[in-house]
C-alpha cells in the first residue's frame, strides 16, 4: 500500500524540480488546455496538435537516446506498428481504437525484443547503424508489401464526429485526444525518470563499467528502455492513423521522421524531462510554418536546411540542448552566487 | 550459367565503385574514430558536380573529374575546419548528429538549389555504351569507373604505405596523442583525411554521373552501402574494404535479380549480421 | 573462508598475464596486493570482479563458484571495487552517484537516498553532495567512488590504487576513512597499490606479485625482507633510480 502511494506520488511530484520550472511548467498546461478556446483557425490548432505528438514522440525516444544516451535512429518504424496495427484493425475488421493500441505496442515491442539482443552487443555508431538499418528494412517491406497497401497506403473509414470507438473528432477533439496523451506520457516519463530504471540507465549512460560494478545488467537495463520508447512510439503511431485518417509508409515509417523525433529531444535537451517538449515547441511550428510560407513556391527542404543547421550548431556547441544552455546559466548564477557569500 | 556469370561480373564491377566509395570512410574513421553521415552526400555532390560541368560547359564528363576532385577534397576539409574538429571534443553522441546534419544540410542544399526531380547525363563518351566479351556484356561506364577505383586503391595505398605523409597519417591514427609529442600537426592530418574522404567520394559521385541518375536524396542509399562495406571489411582497413566491396556488389546484385524492390534491404542485414557476429570484420581477425 | 582464488590464469592473446595464483581471504580481512607495473594485479582484480573470464581457475566467493560470472552478478554477491582509472558518472551529483550504488540492495528511492546520506556522511561528503564530479579535486573524486562501492553493501571491497596521485596528507585522510568505514561496515578489503608505505600501513597481510605470478606472501613486515621481493620490487626500483 505504501509502495503504491510513494508510485502515486512520484508520477505527479514535480517537487524536485526548482519552483520556476514547476510554475512554468503549469502555466504550459494551462495554455494548451485553454489553446482551442482562445485560437479558433485551424491551422494554428493543427500545428498545437502536431507539437503535442512530437512532444510526445521526443519523451519517448529521450528515454533511450537522452537518459539512456544509446542513439537509436530506428523510432519510425514503432511509430508504424502503431500506425498500421491501428489502420489496418480498424479498416478490415472495423475493431474499436483502444483495441488496436495494445496490438500495435506489442507488435513493437514484440520486434524490438527480437532484435535488442544482437543489438546492444553494439556500442556507440555500430549500435546507431545498426538501427538505422533495421528500422530501413521495415520501411522497404511496407513500401514493398500488397497487404499493407504498399506505397498507396492505407485510408481510414471516415465517420460522422465525435466517435468514441474509432476515436474520430473535430480538431478540438483531437486536440484534447492528443493532449490527454500526452500528459499521461508525461506522467509516467515523470515517474520513470525517478524510479530505480531511470537511475541506473544514467549510469549506464556516464559509464558502462561504473554501472556494472555497482551491481546494473548493463545490456538489459539498454534492453529495458529500448522497449519502453518501442512502446511509446506505437502509441503515437496510433493516434497519427486516426488523426490523418491516412497512412503510408512515407509519412509513419520513414527516416525523416526518425529524424525528427531524435532532433525534438536532442536540440531541446536530451536527458532532461524538459528537453523534448522544449525542442518540439521549437522545431515543429518552425516546419509548419516554413512549409506553408515557402512550400507552395517552388522552395524545397528550407526547412531541413535550418534544421540541419540548429542540428550541427548544437552538436557542436553544447550536445545537451538548448536545456544544457540554460542549466549552465543556471548553475554559473548559483557558483557565482556562493563565491560572492562567501568573499563576504 | 551464363546468366550467372553476367550478374557476378556486374556485381563485381558495380563492387569497385562500392568499395572506392567507402574507401573514403574507412579511411576517416581509421584516423579519428568517427563515423561521416555525410559521406553520401560527398558523393552525391560529386555526381551533381559532373553533372553541371558536362551540361554546363558541355565538356565531357570524365573531363570533370578533376574539378569534382577538387571540390570534394575542398569539401571535406571545410567540413573538418568548421565542425568536425568540434564534433571531436563532444561526446559520441554529438559527432553521430554533427555528421547526420551535415548529412542533411548538403542534402537539402542541393535540393534546394537543384529541385527534387532526377536528373541525368545525356551526352558523354561512356552514356550508354556498351561491350562484349564473349556472351558477358558490360557497361563501359561501369568498366571505367572500376579501373579509376582500382587506379585510387592503389594511389592512395601507396600514399599510405611509401610517403612521409601516409607514415604521419598512420602514426595520428594509431595514437594521435603519440603523433602529436612527434611534432606531427594531426588537426591537419585528420582534415587531410577528409580532404580524401571527400575527393574519392566526389569521384565515385562524378564517375557514377555517367549511368546514374542523380537526386539529392541518393547519398543516403550510397551511405549506407558504404557502411556495411566498412564494417564488412572491418572498420579502418582499406585492404579490406576493397575486398568487400566486391563481396556487397556482388550481394546487391544477385539480391536485385530476385527481389529487385528489396535489393537494398539485404545490403542492410548484411552490415547488421556483420557487425553482430563478426565485429571486426573480414580482414578483422 | 570469504574469497578463494585457485590455480588462476589469464592469457591474452598468447601473453600470460596472471599464472597460477591462488590464495585465500578470510572474512574481516585486510590483504593488500603489490608488485610492480605490469606485474599483473589490476588484471586479477578484473578477473575477480568479473570484467575478464579467466582462462583457467576457479574463484570462489563465500561458498559459491563465481568463476566468469558478469560483473553485476559479482556486485550483487557482494563484492564491490573501485577503478585504477576512476570512472565516475560525470553528469550525475554526488548524491545521485552514491545512490545508484544504493540501488543494488533496494527498488525504493527514498530507501536508496537514505543509504547515500548515511555514506556521504561516513565518508566525510556531505559538503559536496549536490556538486558533480568533474568540478572536484581528485582526492574527492576518489572518496566519491569508494562511498559508491560501499553503497552497494559489500562484504568485501577491492580497491584498486585509491591513493595514487594523492599527496602525503590525503592518502593519511583515506587510511584513516578506510580503517573507519572497515569497523562500522564490517567489511574486508583487497587493496592494490605500488605506494608501498600506504599498503604497509593498512594492509595485516600482502601478496607479492611480479610478472604475473605471486612470489611471496605473509605479514608485511617480513614479507619486505625476504630476497625476492626487494629483487622484484626495489630492484625495478632502483633500477628506474640509475
Redesign the interface.
Known amino acids: 500500500m505504501r509502495?503504491i502511494v510513494?508510485v502515486i506520488k512520484?508520477t505527479f511530484s514535480l517537487a524536485d524540480l526548482p519552483l520556476s520550472e514547476r510554475i512554468a511548467f503549469v502555466a504550459f498546461l494551462v495554455f494548451v488546455f485553454i489553446f482551442p478556446w482562445i485560437v479558433h483557425s485551424s491551422y494554428p490548432r493543427a500545428v498545437m496538435i502536431n507539437f503535442l505528438l512530437f512532444a510526445m514522440y521526443g519523451l519517448g525516444w529521450n528515454l533511450i537516446?537522452g537518459y539512456g544516451?544509446q542513439?537509436d535512429l530506428g523510432q519510425a518504424k514503432n511509430v508504424g506498428f502503431g500506425a498500421y496495427a491501428t489502420a489496418l484493425m480498424i479498416t478490415w475488421w472495423g475493431v474499436p481504437f483502444w483495441v488496436t493500441v495494445p496490438v500495435g505496442i506489442f507488435i513493437a515491442v514484440a520486434e524490438s525484443l527480437a532484435v535488442a539482443y544482437?543489438?546492444f552487443?553494439?556500442r556507440?555508431?555500430?549500435f546507431?547503424?545498426?538501427t538505422?538499418?533495421?528500422a530501413?528494412?521495415w520501411q522497404?517491406?511496407f513500401?514493398?508489401w500488397d497487404w499493407t497497401g504498399g506505397a498507396r497506403g492505407v485510408e481510414l473509414p471516415i465517420k460522422p464526429t465525435p466517435n468514441f470507438t474509432f476515436m474520430e473528432f473535430g480538431t478540438v477533439g483531437y486536440h484534447y485526444f492528443i493532449f490527454g496523451l500526452f500528459t499521461a506520457q508525461f506522467l509516467f516519463m515523470n515517474w520513470l525518470r525517478?524510479?530505480?530504471l531511470g537511475?541506473?540507465l544514467?549510469?549506464v549512460?556516464?559509464?558502462e563499467?561504473?554501472?556494472?560494478?555497482?551491481?546494473?545488467?548493463?545490456t538489459w537495463t539498454k534492453v529495458k528502455a529500448y522497449l519502453i520508447t518501442a512502446a511509446m512510439g506505437a502509441v503515437g503511431g496510433s493516434f497519427y492513423a486516426v488523426y490523418h485518417l491516412y497512412i503510408d509508409p512515407r509519412c509513419v515509417m520513414h527516416?525523416d521522421l526518425t529524424?525528427l523525433i531524435?532532433m525534438t529531444a536532442?536540440v531541446g535537451g536530451?536527458?532532461s524531462i524538459w528537453g523534448p517538449i522544449i525542442g518540439a515547441a521549437l522545431l515543429i511550428p518552425l516546419d509548419m510554418y516554413l512549409a506553408a510560407l515557402l512550400g507552395g513556391k517552388?522552395?524545397?527542404?528550407?526547412d531541413?536546411?535550418i534544421?540541419?543547421?540548429?542540428?550541427?550548431v548544437?552538436?557542436?556547441?553544447e550536445?545537451r540542448g538548448i536545456w544544457g544552455i540554460i542549466e549552465r546559466i543556471r548553475r554559473k548564477r548559483l557558483i557565482h552566487a556562493a563565491g560572492g557569500q562567501k568573499s563576504t | 550459367m551464363e546468366l550467372a556469370a553476367q550478374i557476378a561480373s556486374s556485381g563485381i564491377l558495380m563492387g569497385f565503385i562500392f568499395a572506392l566509395i567507402a574507401l573514403g570512410l574507412t579511411l576517416i574513421f581509421g584516423v579519428m574514430n568517427i563515423v561521416n553521415f555525410a559521406h553520401g552526400e560527398f558523393l552525391m555532390i560529386g555526381m551533381y558536380g559532373a553533372f553541371l560541368t558536362s551540361t554546363l560547359l558541355s565538356v565531357e564528363p570524365l573531363i570533370s573529374l578533376p574539378i569534382v576532385a577538387v571540390v570534394g577534397f575542398l569539401l571535406g576539409i571545410t567540413s573538418y575546419y568548421l565542425l568536425i574538429r568540434y564534433l571531436l571534443r563532444g561526446p559520441m553522441v554529438a559527432q553521430l548528429f554533427g555528421t547526420f546534419g551535415l548529412m542533411l544540410f548538403l542534402r537539402y542544399l542541393v535540393m534546394f538549389i537543384m529541385g527534387p526531380s532526377p536528373l541525368a547525363i545525356h551526352k558523354g563518351i561512356l552514356i550508354g555504351k556498351t561491350v562484349s566479351l564473349g556472351w558477358l556484356i558490360f557497361d563501359v561506364g561501369k568498366l571505367t569507373a572500376a579501373g579509376f577505383s582500382i587506379l585510387l586503391f592503389m594511389l592512395i595505398y601507396w600514399m599510405i604505405e611509401k610517403t612521409k605523409l601516409g607514415r604521419a597519417l598512420r602514426a595520428t591514427s594509431i595514437d594521435a596523442e603519440a603523433a602529436r609529442y612527434m611534432g606531427i600537426d594531426t588537426e591537419k592530418m585528420n582534415a587531410f583525411a577528409w580532404g580524401i574522404g571527400g575527393a574519392t567520394a566526389a569521384i565515385a559521385g562524378g564517375l557514377l554521373a555517367n549511368f546514374y541518375y542523380l537526386t539529392p536524396t541518393v547519398g543516403m542509399l550510397f551511405v549506407m552501402i558504404a557502411f556495411a562495406t566498412v564494417a564488412l571489411g572491418g572498420f579502418g582497413s582499406i585492404r579490406g574494404a576493397f575486398l568487400a566491396g566486391l563481396i556487397i556488389g556482388v550481394i546487391e546484385m544477385v539480391a536485385g535479380q530476385y527481389l529487385s524492390q528489396l535489393k537494398i534491404s539485404f545490403v542492410y542485414l548484411a552490415y547488421f549480421l556483420v557487425v553482430v557476429f563478426r565485429p571486426r570484420g573480414l580482414l578483422g581477425w | 573462508m570469504l574469497l578463494e582464488v585457485k590455480n588462476l590464469h589469464k592469457e591474452f592473446g598468447g601473453v600470460l598475464a596472471n599464472a597460477d595464483i591462488s590464495f585465500e581471504l578470510k572474512a574481516g580481512e585486510i590483504v593488500g596486493l603489490i608488485g610492480p607495473n605490469g606485474a599483473g594485479k589490476t588484471t586479477l582484480f578484473n578477473c575477480i570482479a568479473g570484467y575478464y573470464k579467466p582462462t583457467s581457475g576457479k574463484v570462489f566467493f563465500d561458498g559459491k563458484d563465481i568463476t566468469g560470472w558478469p560483473a553485476h552478478r559479482v556486485a550483487k554477491v557482494g563484492i564491490a571495487r573501485t577503478f585504477q582509472v576512476m570512472k565516475i558518472m560525470p553528469t550525475l551529483t554526488v548524491e545521485e552517484n552514491i545512490m545508484i550504488g544504493a540501488f543494488c540492495r533496494t527498488g525504493d528511492r527514498q530507501v536508496a537516498r537514505r543509504e547515500a546520506q548515511k555514506i556521504l556522511e561516513l565518508v566525510d561528503l556531505m559538503q559536496e553532495a549536490k556538486a558533480y564530479p568533474p568540478e572536484l579535486p581528485i582526492a574527492i573524486q576518489k572518496r566519491i567512488e569508494l562511498a559508491r562501492a560501499l553503497a552497494t553493501r559489500p562484504k568485501l571491497l577491492m580497491l584498486d590504487e585509491v591513493a595514487a596521485g594523492l599527496n602525503p596528507l590525503e592518502t593519511k585522510e583515506i587510511i584513516q576513512t578506510l580503517q573507519k568505514i572497515k569497523k562500522e561496515r564490517d567489511l574486508s578489503l583487497l587493496l592494490t597499490e605500488h605506494v608501498m608505505e600506504f599498503i604497509m600501513t593498512i594492509s595485516e597481510r600482502v601478496i607479492v606479485m611480479a610478472a604475473g605470478r605471486k612470489i611471496a606472501e605473509g605479514v608485511p613486515g617480513e614479507v619486505a625482507k625476504e630476497k625476492k621481493v626487494i629483487e622484484a620490487y626495489l630492484g625495478e626500483k632502483y633500477a628506474k633510480g640509475k
Open positions: 509502495a510513494a512520484d537516446g544516451g542513439v544482437p543489438m552487443r553494439l556507440g555508431h555500430y546507431a547503424i545498426a538505422l538499418c533495421v530501413l528494412v522497404q517491406l513500401l514493398f525517478k524510479s530505480k537511475y541506473e544514467q549510469a549512460r556516464d559509464n563499467d561504473a554501472a556494472a560494478s555497482l551491481g546494473i545488467n548493463v527516416i529524424i531524435a536532442m536530451a536527458g517552388g522552395f524545397y527542404g528550407i531541413f536546411i534544421y540541419a543547421l540548429i542540428i550541427m548544437i552538436a557542436a556547441r550536445p
